[in-house]
């Protein structure tokens, strides 16, 4: 069953569509980043240190981060390259705190080709910044106090066509036309880096999954 608001485009699911699918769940203490997507990734944590903890706000184990210098990473592959493609960019996050810049998720970081990310500031608002090959750049901005501390929000980047979506708790924020493809580079994907907080089943479709405001899945992806 889909949630509402998903478009179930055939009756069966092309697996190979979801790039990413983290569910960052396992026992406390434990490092599982295993990447259950038809790619199989690698995600290494760059801290060193075991970031698995117990989420009190979803009653599970989630990946936890509380410093800087602590988040996961992937190496580039071409299948990472979101193109001209629609695209859903999903996970939950459970902020304890936000104070300077948050990058919830980037292919930015490590210097080189600029393509996407996406950050809070410390006012709660949510920034979705991506670059592109024919438009130069697009930037969605959410306004202040829009994901709450110390509640797990569903947040959603969506491309459907020429239209670009961002989605906090299945309510649509923030829009903006997007045309042509978004650049491509060799930077990692990296997420988590310099928040404080949690974070969730984390998906990569190559799919506009949400058309319209919907209800957040409450169940784990399984594609």
């Not at 493609?85 to 210097?111: C, H, K, Q």
């Amino acid at each position: 069953m889909f949630p509402l608001g998903v478009l179930n485009k055939k009756n069966t699911v092309n697996q190979s569509l979801t790039v990413v699918l983290l569910h960052l769940s396992g026992t406390v203490g434990a490092i599982d980043y295993t990447d259950s997507s038809p790619y199989s990734r690698t995600f290494t944590n760059n801290s060193g240190t075991p970031l698995l903890a117990n989420n009190p706000i979803a009653s599970r184990v989630s990946l936890q981060i509380s410093s800087g210098g602590e988040y996961i990473e992937t190496d580039d592959a071409p299948s990472l390259s979101l193109g001209s493609s629609d695209f859903t960019i999903e996970f939950f996050a459970t902020p304890s705190s936000i104070t300077g810049v948050s990058f919830w998720l980037e292919r930015w970081f490590g210097g080189g080709v600029f393509s996407y990310q996406l950050y809070a500031n410390n006012d709660n608002s949510l920034h979705f910044d991506l670059r592109g090959v024919t438009q130069s750049q697009l930037l969605l901005d959410a306004p202040a106090n829009s994901i709450t501390n110390n509640y797990r929000n569903h947040i959603a980047i969506v491309r459907s066509g020429n239209t670009i979506t961002m989605y906090i708790n299945g309510v649509a924020v923030a829009s903006g036309a997007f045309v042509g493809a978004v650049v491509d580079t060799t930077n990692p994907l990296a997420v988590g880096r310099n928040i404080n907080g949690y974070i969730d089943e984390f998906r990569i479709r190559k799919e506009a999954m949400y058309l319209a405001n919907f209800t957040p899945p409450t169940s784990p992806f399984t594609y």
